[in-house]
């Protein structure tokens, strides 16, 4: 068993980190620029970051390289740095989780490139492999303990990421984003990312959803997903309540006492890794540590006691007309 399986085993449930776009916006970082770049450019602030994370209790932290393939690296004319900035990313999470003194399992966060694939665009299958096959070769050189694919869309991106990651000897993870309808953009519904375990080159140890629309769309995600394949190690890693636009910044809506919610709940639906997308601080991910610590699993949820307890879902899934037409939106409301 890897590192990962073993911690798994031994603790139950693992709670991940929080947001790191949000936690470097914080520290200065302007949009458009490459976080990437502060692996080199600002380490101390990435370490600081990491650092709150795991006073918060954070088992898994993700590197700081989600935009690392050289498509994303392109944008800021970077893009023969992958192997650099990768490994820097994953050196600076080592030296954090080893100065915390306690068992911290590093993953190498792996987003996508970005591209349209052909037909609707230029990217084809062999240039998505070896993009990602050149960004997880420096985090595996690096020392990576899990090679963590996340806020996926496209069924062809994720089993090119999957082609890459075969034979490194270090577990997959695989996350998508449904946030169009309770799909990802592409059209995969959550089952649907269950049935595509079978297609993928190298089957990730654990699947789920992070990111999305807010906190109640992704658990609905996870019990769709935890019903499909009851057997499966399911990441739930939300966003921290939902964006709202204030004046030229974008506020998350959810409290500590939210996201401690939304963590009981998450494990109540069947995720084993329990963490927070966009917004979530190392103040929210503390409230987390705590609630997962003191709960018990509870019966599971239906989307109404999600509803009830964290707010509505942002972007319904769509359902078919009775009478065979068009389809239609579910209400918001609940009921």
Known sequence: MSKFEDFLAEKGVLLADGATGTTLFGMGLQSGDAPELWNVDEPEKILAMHKGFLDAGADIILTNTFGGNRHRLKLSNDEHRVRELNMAGVVLARSAAEESGRKVLVAGSIGPTGELFQPL???????????????????????VDILWVETMSAAEEMKAASAAARGKGVPLVITASFDTAGRTMMGLPPKGLVDLQSAFACTPVAIGSNCGVGASDLLAAILEITQADPKAIVVAKGNCGIPQVKGKDLIYSGTPELM?????????????IIGGCCGTSAAHLAAMREALNSHRKDARPSVETIVSRIGPLVSPPAVEAEDGGTPRRRSRRRG
């Open 260 to 272: 401690a919610d939304y963590a009981r709940l998450a494990m109540d639906a069947g995720a084993r």
């Open 121 to 143: 665009g230029e990217l084809t299958y062999d240039e998505a492999v070896e993009a990602f096959e050149e960004q997880i070769d420096a985090m595996v050189e690096a020392g």
